[in-house]
């Protein structure tokens, strides 16, 4: 996914290109992005336009921060953009995939404040069956294949006890 670095005998050498392609890519799949689409996109951007997939918004890393005291020196990464440019750049697949990373970040933030610990939404496909008008029952979609033959009759028992109880609970309190 990162352009070859350049090389001194057996050594390696990473320069600022790879260090901003590593960081763009790291935040691409991290987003959820798949791994040959931030590939496609690392390879086909410039500094610049990388550089603006990186947030900001928190402490940056070792490598963001020599990415910075880059930019102070020479002021080459991050170059504003002229208005016409910034426009045209605003509807690149790159500009969009930079809007996404940044709404996945929000919301990221957004879910760790209300105590969701990992920060990402739960998502499982889930079977509504309505039985009656007032009567609907829930199952994870996910382990319906996998349910045994016995399963559904044990579920129906457990819901009739469940809602007995609810019952003789109800009227207890009326």
Not at 52 to 78: D, F, N
Request: with cysteine.
């Amino acid at each position: 996914m990162l352009s070859a670095p350049e090389r001194e005998g057996r050594e390696a050498l990473f320069g600022l290109r790879q260090v901003v392609e590593f960081l763009a890519a790291r935040y691409l799949l991290k987003d959820g992005w798949p791994l040959a689409k931030a590939a496609e996109i690392v390879r086909g951007t410039d500094i610049a336009g990388l550089s603006h997939l990186i947030p900001s918004e928190r402490p940056p890393t070792q490598a963001e921060a020599l990415v910075a005291k880059y930019r102070g020196k020479s002021g080459a990464v991050a170059a504003p953009r002229p208005a016409a440019q910034q426009s045209m750049w605003s509807e690149t697949p790159l500009a969009r995939a930079a809007d996404i990373s940044r709404r996945r970040v929000s919301l990221e933030e957004k879910l760790i404040a209300l105590g969701n610990a990992d920060g990402r939404p739960d998502r499982a496909r889930v079977l509504r069956l309505a039985l009656t008008p007032w009567c609907h029952v829930h199952v994870d979609a996910r382990v319906l294949a996998e349910m045994s033959e016995e399963t559904p009759e044990i579920l129906g028992a457990a819901l009739t006890q469940a809602l007995q109880e609810e019952r003789l609970h109800k009227g207890k309190s009326s």
